[in-house]
């Protein structure tokens, strides 16, 4: 276990603990060579036992090295350089020194004001947007992640379970890596290879920072990722915040705004004004399709000829009374025949038969024999 005063690679003195995380323990340390504080980031130690999760851990860290590595922006902490220094089996990352504190010790002390979250909101998602455009998404913005230089600009920190475009998913089976309460609903569904997951988890953090409270956060983790996936997340107090977290949080990824549009949002709220947002989304799960009518169960008509026109169509009714006359015509004209028949065939002593019921053809009886 490393304690203070403990030195690092024959360089780095480590002077006290700053904090530690699922991925591992910050250290301010100074650094011997150059005679100024950094802070340095080592892999929580675990039991050698569980080889294959310190072979996670290890490629965790070493990726979020790789991804700072990747950026340079005033809004995202830098990396200095990895240390692998002999008798660890853990590397060691070199970073910048960020004297202030975090976004979440802030809010421990009350709400911030509409257009004071609306700067820090525009600062953090100017970070997502470098990370974006070099295809790094973070999966874990939150409070705690987000460190307030003392002027009071805002810094996007612990690329630990950063997802890197071309990296292997480097999440062990059944192990939840990130934040439950800010996670975006899609990824607990498994899909997050959408960079608008990390602008759900942006909205959370803007939403707990104005109102106070985070609205997802439940007794046990199973009931904070039902929240997430089911429950409404309304306004309550926002301002002119309100129409920003409208647009964010709603289940659907592509029905956020992106990046543009809301760094456009952001800047009116900071400006003192409330911005627009036509869309309208729904805050709570998608609803439900209707159920479909009576008609629609119906089986549709399958009619061998179809009416050519309206016209034609109207014309029916009338060919249909025309064509009942005329068979009630012939009716009658039948009838009367067949009474003068037999009329006839009374008079010849056959019996009745005026034709050859056994033949059925109409063809008169063949004369009896004589003998």
Avoid: C
């Avoid at 998913?169 to 934040?179: D, R, W």
């Avoid at 399709?289 to 026109?309: F, G, K």
């Amino acid at each position: 276990m490393s304690a203070p005063g403990q030195i690092i690679d024959d360089r780095f003195e480590l002077i006290e603990r700053l904090g530690s995380g699922g991925m591992g323990t910050v250290w301010r340390a100074r650094d011997t060579a150059l005679d100024r504080e950094v802070a340095l980031k080592e892999v929580r130690p675990v039991d050698p036992a569980f080889i294959e999760r310190n072979t996670v851990l290890r490629e965790r860290v070493l990726r979020e090295a790789r991804a700072l590595a990747r950026l340079s922006h005033p809004h995202v902490v830098t990396i200095h350089q990895i240390l692998e220094p002999g008798g660890y089996a853990h590397p060691w990352i070199v970073m910048e020194l960020l004297p202030g504190a975090t976004l979440q010790d802030r809010l421990s002390q009350g709400p911030l004001t509409s257009p004071e979250i609306a700067r820090i909101g525009r600062q953090v998602l100017s970070a997502l947007r470098a990370a974006h455009a070099a295809g790094i998404q973070h999966r874990d913005v939150k409070p705690a992640n987000v460190m307030l230089r003392a002027d009071g600009s805002a810094v996007l920190t612990d690329f630990g379970i950063a997802a890197l475009q071309g990296s292997t998913a480097l999440t062990q089976t059944g192990e939840m890596v990130g934040s439950p309460e800010f996670m975006a609903p899609e990824r607990i569904r498994g899909t997050d290879s959408d960079p608008a997951s990390d602008l759900w988890s942006l909205g959370l953090v803007l939403y707990v920072a104005v109102e106070g409270v985070s609205p997802l956060r439940r007794a046990t983790t199973l009931a904070t990722l039902a929240a997430v996936l089911d429950e409404p997340v309304p306004p309550v107090r926002s301002g002119p915040l309100a129409p920003v977290l409208e647009a964010l949080l709603v289940r659907d990824p592509a029905a956020r705004p992106d990046a543009a549009r809301l760094d456009a949002m952001l800047a009116e709220v900071e400006a003192g004004r409330t911005p627009q947002w036509s869309e309208r989304p729904t805050l709570t799960a998608p609803a439900p399709l209707p159920p479909p009518r009576v008609d629609d169960l119906q089986p549709d008509p399958s009619p061998t000829v179809q009416p050519a026109s309206r016209r034609a169509s109207g014309r029916t009714p009338v060919i249909v009374a025309v064509v009942a006359v005329v068979a009630v015509a012939v009716a009658v004209v039948a009838a009367t025949a067949l009474v003068l028949a037999l009329r006839g065939d009374g008079n010849d002593g056959n019996g009745g038969q005026g034709k050859n019921e056994g033949t059925g053809t109409g063809a008169p009886p063949a004369s009896d024999s004589k003998g």
